[in-house]
């Protein structure tokens, strides 16, 4: 394929995917046509079953790229030293984030279609979320996993009642709410490792 076809084809399948990410996002999964995602892509429908055999594979591509994304800004996130989790909890829920529901993240918006779908969408979300939740423990331990499940679950669980509140001064109180809770979730280095806590304990180990 000449370099400027496969430069084109990625070009339309970018576009496809992002316009299958916000539809999805707005409209759900049952709501949302292969029509419309192509032309909201400017492409035709041939298109679109030219990249994406099916809606359903639309869609768990659209969940795997969703929560990559997720799993690789945590990773960024962590970097940033002691304090990463409130920071990254409040940028999270911040209110440009919460107002718009086309461009929200992935694990909040695409958790509920994940449920209606098929064995091999929820297989898909059930490993991205593995990986998810591994990068934010950053530790292997039962208890860490455990803690970094509860900080997704709360921070999905936050954003979807922010969302639906239709009320700015509640969404704000729900918002804070959760960081609060997100970071007594988080061991006292803001992190959802047991490592760094054990150290402090034991400093023989270090």
């Known amino acids: 394929m000449p370099r400027s076809s496969a430069i084109g084809a990625e070009e339309t399948r970018r576009r496809l995917l992002n316009a299958a990410a916000r539809g999805f996002r707005t409209s759900g999964y049952g709501a949302l046509g292969v029509d419309a995602v192509a032309k909201d892509a400017g492409v035709t429908s041939g298109a679109f ?7 359903a594979e639309a869609f768990r591509e659209t969940l795997r790229t969703g929560l990559g994304e997720l799993r690789d800004g945590i990773a960024m996130w962590r970097e940033g030293g002691p304090g990463w989790l409130r920071r990254f909890a409040t940028w999270y829920l911040g209110p440009q984030r919460r107002a718009d529901l086309s461009s929200s993240c992935a694990l909040p918006t695409l958790s509920l279609e994940a449920a209606r779908s098929d064995d091999a969408t929820r297989a898909e979300y059930a490993a991205r979320i593995r ?11 039962a208890a860490a996993q455990e803690r970094a499940l509860a900080v997704l679950a709360l921070l999905s669980g936050g954003m979807i009642m922010a969302h639906a509140v239709g009320d700015s001064r509640l969404g704000t109180r729900i918002a804070r709410a959760v960081v609060n809770a997100v ?12 490592r760094h806590s054990d150290r402090r304990a034991n400093p023989s180990t270090e």
């Open 49 to 55: 079953y030219a990249h994406f055999g099916s809606k």
């Open 183 to 194: 970071e007594k979730v988080g061991t006292p280095d803001d992190g959802v490792s047991d």
């Open 131 to 141: 990986e998810i939740a591994a990068t934010l423990a950053d530790d292997p331990s």
